[in-house]
């Protein structure tokens, strides 16, 4: 018979299976308290929880959201960081924080339905987050527009100065 809190804690993964644009598995056996208090403050200000669970708890929320495939990222200790938002940000986050502490490894991730192996995580980390794209679409956008700018601009500048330097020569 499971435990009330068991129990509970299906029904929580299950509702955040569901609501979750990106879930990436992560084994974070080796790191220290203080790492992993980093890590979980660089999640929280990109929007990212980030929870340790219970692979059975897992494997039956997992079931109840018709998700098949994950079994394989479910062994050893399993940290869950769960992306409602971006779902590229834990992946810079975890890219980041994996140069200067070499841990957690990427078992798997969960992206928008599809299932990845941790071997894809790079590939997935390097992907933009969508404040780039748009930073970056309103860069091409813009350089025409500043690029036109510049060319009406430059015979006014040439002009002006032209100007200055007839004045400054007859004083």
């Not at 509970?8 to 790492?35: H, W």
């Not at 994996?98 to 990845?116: M, R, W």
């Amino acid at each position: 018979m499971p435990s009330k809190f068991n129990i509970d804690q299906v029904e929580l993964l299950t509702e955040k299976f569901t609501k979750a644009k990106a879930i990436y598995f992560t084994d974070f056996l080796g790191l220290d308290v203080s790492s992993i208090t980093t890590l979980r403050n660089e999640f929280f200000k990109a929007s990212v929880e980030y929870t340790v669970a219970k692979n059975t708890l897992i494997k039956l929320a997992a079931k109840n959201n018709k998700l098949n495939g994950i079994d394989m990222f479910l062994s050893g200790p399993t940290a869950l960081a769960i992306s409602y938002e971006e779902p590229i940000s834990p992946a810079k986050i975890l890219k980041e924080f994996i140069k200067s502490h070499e841990l957690p490894n990427v078992k798997g991730i969960l992206f928008d339905g599809e299932i990845f192996s941790g071997d894809d995580f790079n590939r997935i980390a390097a992907i933009p987050t969508r404040e780039e794209s748009l930073s970056k679409l309103i860069l091409l956008f813009m350089s025409p527009l500043t690029q036109f700018m510049n060319v009406v601009k430059s015979p006014m500048v040439s002009l002006v100065n032209v100007l200055n330097n007839l004045k400054e020569n007859k004083s």
